[in-house]
């Protein structure tokens, strides 16, 4: 099934002096268990569709659903609800993802915390996610104490605590190493096959891009009628 249709997706920021067309006219079809990552120039709108589809931007003209959520007309309520239960984001940035004086366990607690979950539930599926990130070390430390790694992975699990389906992260090996980089793909891979979550990820890493079974390239606002595929890999 899908979970992402974009259709013919505009979006146009008005500034002072020009008019930038970031989007113009995207389409794009994502199932539901899929794992993609999206590619393209500096300034093709990678940025400015996943914040679409974060429910943070709205499409200027066009469709944009996900599950059955219609993101060219959300009321403030469905926003709050959409952006809370429905997408996780992962910055590229790992510390933005997390707060300085909050220990792993404790920053996994606080979107569960604010989507109103029981203390038992929130302490049990924080364990679960740290564990399935191989983070669970990390849970009594804060981001000074975890390397950028570590500090990324545990940002995936924030962003998964309230079980969405879809998870958009962008760029999120942009400011590590090859070798870590290699580390927090391979989680998001993990969260792609044990919790069944879709993942939309933004890179400019080829070593990432070429592990995927769908790779979409944007081009001046478009998905590029040239869509690379790469090989075929074993869970894919
Ligand atoms: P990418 O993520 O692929 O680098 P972006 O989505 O950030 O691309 O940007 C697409 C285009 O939209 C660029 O020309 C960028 O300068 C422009 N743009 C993005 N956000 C804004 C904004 N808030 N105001 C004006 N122009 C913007
Ligand atoms: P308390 O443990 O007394 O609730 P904390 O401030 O240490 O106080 O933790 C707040 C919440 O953060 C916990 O209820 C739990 O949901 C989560 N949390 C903290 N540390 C951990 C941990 N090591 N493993 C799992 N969850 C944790």
Redesign the pocket.
């Known amino acids: 099934d899908a979970l992402v249709v974009c259709d013919n997706v505009v979006?146009i920021?008005?500034?002072e002096t020009?008019e930038?067309?970031?989007?113009q006219g995207l389409d794009l079809l994502v199932h539901e268990g899929e794992l993609i990552a999206l590619v393209?120039?500096?300034?093709?709108?990678?940025?400015?569709?996943?914040?679409v589809l974060a429910g943070a931007d709205a499409p200027t003209a066009g469709r944009a659903r996900v599950a059955g959520h219609d993101l060219t007309e959300l009321s403030r309520s469905e926003q709050v609800h959409y952006r809370r239960h429905v997408v996780g984001f992962v910055r590229q940035q790992a510390a933005l993802n997390l707060v300085p004086y909050l220990t792993a366990g404790q920053v996994v607690d606080l979107p569960m915390t604010i989507a109103g979950e029981r203390r038992g539930v929130r302490r049990s599926r924080a364990a679960e996610l740290l564990e399935l990130l191989g983070v669970a070390h990390c849970a009594d430390r804060r981001p000074v104490e975890m390397s950028g790694g570590e500090q990324q992975r545990v940002s995936i699990a924030v962003a998964l605590a309230n079980r969405p389906q879809l998870l958009l992260a962008?760029e999120p090996t942009g400011e590590l190493d090859s070798e870590t980089a290699a580390e927090v793909f391979a989680a998001l891979r993990t969260v792609n096959r044990e919790l069944g979550t879709t993942v939309v990820v933004?890179t400019h890493d080829a070593a990432v891009s070429g592990q995927v079974a769908r790779t979409v390239a944007?081009r001046d606002?478009r998905t590029s009628s040239e869509v690379l595929r790469s090989e075929e890999t074993d869970d894919a």
């Open positions: 979006r920021y008005q500034t020009v930038v067309q970031a989007l393209g120039a500096s300034g093709s709108g990678k940025s400015t569709l996943l914040n962008d933004v944007i606002g």
